[in-house]
């Protein structure tokens, strides 16, 4: 833990001291200020491309028809896309409420009773309360503070930085984290059917699900005076194998679908699932991984709760699995392990490189 006056300047401060204007630092490229709208306008929208939303209740049913017709429908979502609104997912609204409702006490504590958890970016330790720190060639940060923590497994959990207020943090997190770790189970294996693979061949390429490690990141963007000039979070694609995000029904999630930024519906009772890198490298492009961003506004603080599933750093090595490549459809990603992936993304640092090619 370390001391308020070690720690970076919080979003949040800057909001609610009441400026007119955000500093230059959080002001974007001229190149991304032509694409930033008003996010209320854009979520009303009804016409152009929807994120599909994929209804889980029939994912496992005896009828074989209706269970591959529930799959087929995932795959589509997966190649169109590489993102989907999963609903009857299986985990309760009871418990997801609970766990949204104790993200927002510990957001609503003052900013230096937060402190109290703050991490350490600039010495490796990312665990903890902070601020995004500038990571492109311009030098820009992002309109947003979050708290960081491995939720999965157990016993790689650093507990002392996990809030004490809520009471019951850590019991709804801990039960949010088992459950999401079946969902991400079940969500591979259908994945590995549609790749023509067996059910299994996904979660054992991402080093199996007792590996697989399972980190949230709660995002608070605040109000923000000029939102038509920043970006709660910059474009970038996940290095996850999936993502999975709740929300707190304000919109701020785009996807950049056919060469246009299409905003995402709050749907109510869903889950967010973003195919990332690690799986569209297994899948050798099959699947997308989805070029994305986090929008802001001046009316309401938008909270977002995203769990990335992430294969272990040195254990594997990622490539694409062989049989999905042919002669016809050669490998389009060099070999690497998951750390040197996410080391290759650290250096590309523009969005024109980060565009789908």
Not at 2 to 8: D, L
Not at 29 to 47: D, Q, V
């Given at each position: 833990?370390?001391?308020?006056?070690?720690?970076?300047?919080?979003?949040?401060?800057?909001?609610?001291?009441?400026?007119?204007?955000?500093?230059?630092?959080?002001?974007?490229?001229?190149?991304?200020?032509?694409?930033?709208?008003?996010?209320?306008?854009?979520?009303?929208?009804?016409?152009?491309?929807?994120?599909?939303?994929?209804?889980?209740k029939d994912i496992n049913s005896d009828d074989e028809f209706v269970r591959n017709k529930c799959r087929q429908q995932l795959k589509e979502a997966a190649i169109e896309w590489g993102v989907m609104h999963l609903v009857n997912h299986g985990i309760s609204d009871e418990l997801i409420e609970r766990v949204k409702i104790?993200?927002?006490?510990?957001?609503?504590?003052?900013?230096?009773?937060?402190?109290?958890?703050?991490?350490?970016?600039?010495?490796?330790?990312?665990?903890?309360?902070?601020?995004?720190?500038?990571?492109?060639?311009?030098?820009?940060?992002?309109?947003?503070?979050?708290?960081?923590?491995?939720?999965?497994?157990?016993?790689?959990?650093?507990?002392?930085?996990?809030?004490?207020?809520?009471?019951?943090?850590?019991?709804?997190?801990?039960?949010?984290?088992?459950?999401?770790?079946?969902?991400?189970?079940?969500?591979?294996?259908?994945?590995?059917?549609?790749?023509?693979?067996?059910?299994?061949?996904?979660?054992?390429?991402?080093?199996?699900?007792?590996?697989?490690?399972?980190?949230?990141?709660?995002?608070?963007?605040?109000?923000?005076?000029?939102?038509?000039?920043?970006?709660?979070?910059?474009?970038?694609?996940?290095?996850?194998?999936?993502?999975?995000?709740?929300?707190?029904?304000?919109?701020?999630?785009?996807?950049?679908?056919?060469?246009?930024?299409?905003?995402?519906?709050?749907?109510?009772?869903?889950?967010?699932?973003?195919?990332?890198?690690?799986?569209?490298?297994?899948?050798?492009?099959?699947?997308?991984?989805?070029?994305?961003?986090?929008?802001?506004?001046?009316?309401?603080?938008?909270?977002?709760?995203?769990?990335?599933?992430?294969?272990?750093?040195?254990?594997?090595?990622?490539?694409?699995?062989?049989?999905?490549?042919?002669?016809?459809?050669?490998?389009?990603?060099?070999?690497?392990?998951?750390?040197?992936?996410?080391?290759?993304?650290?250096?590309?640092?523009?969005?024109?490189?980060?565009?789908?090619?």
């Open positions: 833990m370390v001391t308020v006056s070690e720690a970076a300047p919080r979003v949040e401060a800057l909001s609610s001291s009441g400026i007119k204007s955000i500093p230059k630092e959080y002001v974007r490229t001229k190149e991304e200020l032509i694409s930033i709208t008003n996010i209320f306008e854009e979520e009303k929208k009804e016409e152009g491309p929807q994120v599909p939303t994929i209804d889980l104790a993200g927002e006490a510990f957001f609503n504590q003052p900013i230096e009773e937060k402190e109290k958890y703050a991490n350490k970016q600039e010495s490796g330790m990312i665990q903890g309360y902070g601020s995004k720190l500038a990571n492109n060639a311009c030098g820009q940060l992002e309109w947003e503070d979050y708290f960081f923590h491995l939720i999965f497994p157990e016993e790689k959990r650093e507990m002392s930085i996990w809030p004490k207020n809520p009471s019951d943090y850590t019991e709804v997190t801990a039960e949010y984290a088992r459950l999401l770790r079946g969902l991400a189970s079940d969500m591979l294996s259908t994945l590995s059917l549609g790749l023509g693979l067996e059910e299994g061949r996904l979660e054992k390429e991402v080093g199996g699900i007792e590996e697989l490690a399972l980190q949230m990141k709660i995002n608070y963007y605040p109000k923000c005076p000029q939102p038509e000039l920043a970006l709660g979070v910059e474009a970038h694609t996940d290095v996850s194998a999936l993502t999975f995000i709740l929300h707190n029904m304000v919109p701020g999630l785009q996807l950049f679908y056919q060469g246009k930024w299409v905003t995402a519906k709050c749907v109510p009772n869903s889950i967010i699932m973003h195919v990332g890198d690690t799986v569209e490298i297994l899948s050798n492009g099959k699947y997308k991984s989805i070029l994305h961003r986090g929008l802001v506004n001046k009316e309401k603080v938008r909270i977002s709760w995203a769990v990335f599933c992430e294969p272990p750093k040195e254990k594997i090595i990622l490539k694409p699995i062989p049989e999905v490549v042919s002669e016809a459809e050669p490998a389009m990603f060099p070999p690497r392990t998951f750390a040197q992936h996410m080391q290759h993304k650290l250096f590309r640092k523009t969005q024109d490189e980060l565009l789908p090619k």
